[in-house]
Each structure stands twice: as C-alpha cells, then as structure tokens.
C-alpha cells in the first residue's frame, strides 16, 4: 500500500470539517468537498476559529494555523478525487447518498486509494458492495468534536483486507488519535452502547419521570459524564441520533432499540438540536 499523503474529505459539516482540521494538522494536504461553496466556507470558518483559538492558547503559532489552513483547499467536485490516496466521506448519514458517493468515487479515485467512511451506524459491507473494491472500502469513526477526542472507531467491512485496515491504523495514530478495531454490526461498539442511554433519558423525559434538566444533571453530576445525555443528544443532532436508533432497530431486530416517540416528534418538527439552534434545548 502506497504511503497516504493526499486525502479528501467529503462534507463540510460538523465533522468532515473536523476531521480536514485534524489531517492538516497532521500535514497532509487536503481536499475539503462540499455540495455548495458556503458550506466549505461554513467548515472553513470553524476550522479557522478553532486554531485561532490555538494561537490565544499559545499551543499554536500564526505561522503553523496559516501552514495548516494553507494546506486545506476547496473542491466542490468529486472528480477532485482523482489524485488522492484515502478519501474520508463523512457526508449526511443515509444509505442512498452514501452508495452514490462509493459508487462514483470507485470510477474517479486511483485504482489504490482507500475509501473510507466516517459512518455512525451503516454497514461499512452494504456501502462496500455498490464498488469494485470492497476490499480497500473501511470504517473510521471519528467522534465528535474531532479536534478534541482521542478515538477513531476503525470497522472492518467483511472484505476489507488487512492491508487496508493497517495503513487506517497507521493514519491514526499521525493524527494523534487512539485506534480500536471493531467487526461490522449495527452501531459498532460507541452508538450500540451509547445511543440505547440516549433513547433510554429520552423514554424517561417522554414519560415525566423528571424534567430534562434532571435526567441531565443525574448523569453529569452522579456518573461524571461531561455532558448530560440530553444535552449530548442535541450535540450529536437528533436527526442522526433517530437514524442510528433505526438501524440498531431494524439490524439487530430487538424491540428494546425502538426510538422513543418523542425523538421521533422533535425530529420531524425540524427540532435537531444545537445545529438547528433547537432540540431539547434552545440556542442562540
Ligand atoms: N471544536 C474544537 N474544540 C472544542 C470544541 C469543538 N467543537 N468544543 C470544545 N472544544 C475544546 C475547547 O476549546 C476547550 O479547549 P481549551 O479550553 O483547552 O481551549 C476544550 O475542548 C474543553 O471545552 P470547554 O471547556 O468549552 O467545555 P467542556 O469542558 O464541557 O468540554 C467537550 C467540551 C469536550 C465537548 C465535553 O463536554 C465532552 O467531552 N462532551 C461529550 C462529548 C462526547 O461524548 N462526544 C462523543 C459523541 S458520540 C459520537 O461522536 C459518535 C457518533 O457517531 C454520534
Ligand atoms: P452535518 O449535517 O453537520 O454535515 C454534513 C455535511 O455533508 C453538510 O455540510 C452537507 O452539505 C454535506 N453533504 C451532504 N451530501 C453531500 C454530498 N453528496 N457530497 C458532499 N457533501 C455532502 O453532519 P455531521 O454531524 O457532520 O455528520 C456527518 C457524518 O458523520 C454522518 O454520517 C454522521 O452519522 C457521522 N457522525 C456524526 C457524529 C456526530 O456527533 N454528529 C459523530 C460521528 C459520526
């Protein structure tokens, strides 16, 4: 496997702009892709407040925040891939826009780039099957915010070879990240146990066991999480809080992963939580 030294982002948002942040800094020259311009600018403009907030911090010079923003740059097209090593799609979490993207970067990218997933819950297998190379097709699961934590979830779709899985590895560890292998099954090991306690405080909320600003502050101040489940469902977004409940649901076909009624309510009112400035929580 040729060394990786391009890479691609696909998706401006939350965090594919997090993960370009993370590779730049990392140096490696990246590809930031998007549908629309002002949604790379969007992710752009995090990036930037985040290593500026670097240089006040003095963990970062202006010349390195100007090196790593320098070696970020636009696309707006997927033919951008035709000269990149790994491409890291962490587009919007559903099956049909997922495949699309395999299915047409398995024609634009070199023959030994590695495609790569930032998926939360999708079978890594059912997005390697629309190409012709399931073999080099991975997970790796960033979580969020990526510039912060230490984890990659990196999953292994049922062909993916080891070959592939090692230079994932080694890629993150350069970011300074832990790795830690999994087996492709519904929600991986982070959302198959983190997302049941999100839907769980939920229930709880939905069926006036306590307010929300109690299930939150049992959790932050008796377990020491750092977020209420809450308050961390609204970090996360509701929209894909809902989609990986459905496909623990669907995939692992037990009852006790049905989405609570409530999330699916909130969803479908446009209540998405911090990036829809509402969800449990109202924002500014
Ligand atoms: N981007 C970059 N840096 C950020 C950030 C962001 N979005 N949010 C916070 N930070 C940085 C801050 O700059 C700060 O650093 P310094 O003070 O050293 O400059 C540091 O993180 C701590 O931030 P704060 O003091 O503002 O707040 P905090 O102590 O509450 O920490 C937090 C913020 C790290 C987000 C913390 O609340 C936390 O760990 N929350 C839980 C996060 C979590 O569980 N993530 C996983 C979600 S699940 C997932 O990602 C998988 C999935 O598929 C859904
Ligand atoms: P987001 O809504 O913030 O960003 C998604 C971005 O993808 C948007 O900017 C959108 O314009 C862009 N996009 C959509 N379709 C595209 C296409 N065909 N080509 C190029 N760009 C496209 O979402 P997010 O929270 O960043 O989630 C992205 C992915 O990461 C999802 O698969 C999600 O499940 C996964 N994920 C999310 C979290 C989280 O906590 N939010 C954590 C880990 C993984």
Redesign the pocket.
Known sequence: MMGIQKVMVIGAG?MGS?IAQVCAQAGYEVKLNDMKQEFFERGYG?ISK?LT??VE?G?KTEDEKAAILARITMSLDLQDASDVDIIIEAAVENMEVKQSIFQQLDKIAPAQAILATNT??LPITEIAAVTNRPEQVIGM?????????KLVEIIRGLATSDEVYKAAEEMTVKLAKTPVEVNDFPGFI??RI??PMINEAIYALYEGVASKEAIDDVMKLGMN???GPLT?AD??GLD??LS?MEILHEGLGDSKYRPCPLLRKYVAAGWLGKKSGRGFYVYE
């Not at 699961?141 to 934590?149: C, E, I, L």
């Open positions: 939350q997090g995090v985040n907030r670097d911090k963990r939360s819950s699961h960033f979580m969020n915010p990526v510039p912060v934590m982070s959302n983190l997302l999480h750092p977020m961390l970090f996360i894909t809080c990986i």
